[in-house]
């Protein structure tokens, strides 16, 4: 009986080893596929661009990498992931004094960017990122770098938020908070499409900076508000690229 008994647990023990193996040789080993950040394509404003042989229509949701006007930070955005069984996103970041990449996030899957809200982010550094997707079995797959850099935000001074003004002469004035070459003022309607932008280009004019809204289209939206603020750019040529900022944003109504 004792001989029956234990043949039965060493057959038991067998099989459950054999299963376990099985599990092992049957897990997931491949990675998902690479993912793939956005660069830095261009600002609202822009003319249409190409990226990945379609033409977009610039906006704040689909141009990339870029500043928002919360804060002094960054966003990072990245392309959908193609795979369903996906667990979470790793964020890297290093920057040109800081050259060794650091793990500085953990985020699930689901996000479709990440909002780098460091306080001690620091204006005309050049930022680098890039990603780690980790699917449910461990696999781990890493995206390609995007960089781009602060710059100071404009002082919107006036129209004041939520001011009442005329159609006609509506003008728009800011103070700088540090160099910039180039400013945008950037109007949207009261639900963030987008509508009119000037470019002003400076160099040694005085604070105040400001632009005039064309009274034919203040007239177009008699009656209406509309959201305003003033985007901060500087080429650099290293990096063939323009640095940037966005100001918080103002509501204005129309009278």
């Not at 960017?113 to 306080?119: G, P």
């Not at 309607?189 to 009119?196: A, F, I, L, P, R």
Request: aromatic share 10%; net charge negative.
């Amino acid at each position: 009986m004792f001989r029956c008994i234990l043949l039965s647990l060493l057959l038991v023990m067998l099989l459950l080893a054999a299963c376990s193996g099985q599990d092992e040789n049957d897990k997931d080993k491949v990675p998902p596929i690479p993912p793939v950040l956005i660069p830095h394509l261009g600002d609202t404003g822009d003319q249409p661009v190409v990226y990945q042989g379609q033409p977009i229509q610039l906006n704040d949701e689909n141009n990339g990498i870029d500043t928002v006007p919360d804060g002094d930070w960054i966003r990072v955005s990245w392309n959908p992931f193609l795979d369903n069984d996906l667990s979470h996103v790793k964020i890297y970041r290093y920057d040109e004094f800081d050259p060794e990449p650091v793990q500085i996030d953990s985020i699930p899957s689901s996000a479709t960017y990440y909002l780098d809200t460091d306080n001690q982010l620091t204006e005309r550094v050049w930022y680098s990122y890039f990603i780690d997707l980790v699917d449910s079995s461990g696999n781990v797959s890493r995206s390609d770098t995007i960089s781009y850099g602060l710059l100071s935000k404009s002082l919107p001074l006036t129209p004041e938020n939520n001011a009442t003004i005329s159609p006609v002469g509506a003008e728009f004035k800011w103070n700088r908070s540090g160099f910039a070459s180039k400013f945008r003022l950037i109007v949207f309607d009261e639900n963030y499409n987008y509508v009119w932008h000037h470019d002003l280009m400076v160099a040694l004019e005085i604070d105040p900076l400001s632009v005039t809204l064309p009274v034919n289209l203040a007239s177009q939206y008699s009656g209406q508000s509309l959201r305003w603020r003033i985007d901060s750019f500087d080429w650099d040529e290293e990096m063939q690229m323009y640095l940037g900022s966005e100001s918080s944003e103002r509501v204005v109504h129309i009278q």
